[in-house]
Structures are given as C-alpha cells and as structure tokens.
C-alpha cells in the first residue's frame, strides 16, 4: 500500500528557509513523478512543484520561481522542497503527491497518492 508522508514544515520568519522533506513507500520511488502542493485557508489547493522520475527535469509555480528548489533522492524514497525568502503568502498546508507516469504534471488532479501535509507558516 502506497504511503507518502511529509514533515519539515514549522514557523519561520519573513525572508527565512525551510526544507520539507517527503517519504514515499510501497511503490518504486523510481517510477513515480513526484510534486508539492499547497492549501492556504479558504483557497484550493494549488501547485508548487514537480519533478520527474530521474530529477533532472523540473518544473515551479510562477510564485516560488528562484525562491524554491525541488529534488529528490532515489536512493532513499524521498523528495524535498527547500524554501527560502519565505513571504508571508506562502502560508499553507504544503502537501506532497506522487503521480504514476512520466510527465510532469501540475494539476492535482493527476497524482494517485497524497500525504496528510505539514503545516508551513511565514510571520511577518
């Protein structure tokens, strides 16, 4: 049974960093695309990022473009997001999905398993 579950969110500071980190079993990490998500309150969940199954081809939200970084680690079943120059606006529920498939993808929709998600907040 696949099982993805992120950890690393926290409270940080205006123009601080933080790295989630997300783990993946039950599936070969290998063969799943991975991607973050996120959900601030009152708002549908949007994307972040993507990464395909080598790590080599990637993909950002026009929002967290130069500030956010997506890699992975096939050897260990995991995916990271390293945040910095955090604003507040990137306030939210950050969710990691694993996607069956090849291609990247941005839309929610087309990833098969999902964490519970970890809680990132940016004070002012």
């Known amino acids: 049974q696949m099982q993805v579950v992120e950890s690393g969110g926290g409270l940080v500071q205006t123009g601080g960093s933080l790295r989630l980190s997300c783990a993946a079993s039950?599936?070969?990490?290998?063969?799943?695309?991975m991607g973050w998500f996120r959900q601030a309150p009152g708002k549908e969940r949007e994307f972040v990022a993507t990464?395909?199954?080598?790590?080599?081809?990637?993909s950002y939200a026009d929002s967290v473009k130069g500030r956010f970084t997506i890699s992975r680690d096939n050897a260990k079943n995991a995916v990271y997001l390293q945040m910095n120059s955090l604003r507040p606006q990137d306030t939210a529920v950050y969710y990691c999905?694993?996607?069956?498939?090849?291609?990247?993808?941005?839309?929610?929709?087309?990833?098969?398993?999902w964490g519970r998600g970890t809680q990132v907040t940016v004070s002012s």
């Open positions: 990464i395909n199954l080598s790590g080599r081809s990637t």
């Open positions: 999905g694993a996607r069956v498939g090849v291609t990247l993808a941005s839309a929610a929709t087309s990833y098969d398993y």
């Open positions: 039950g599936r070969t990490f290998g063969s799943l695309v």
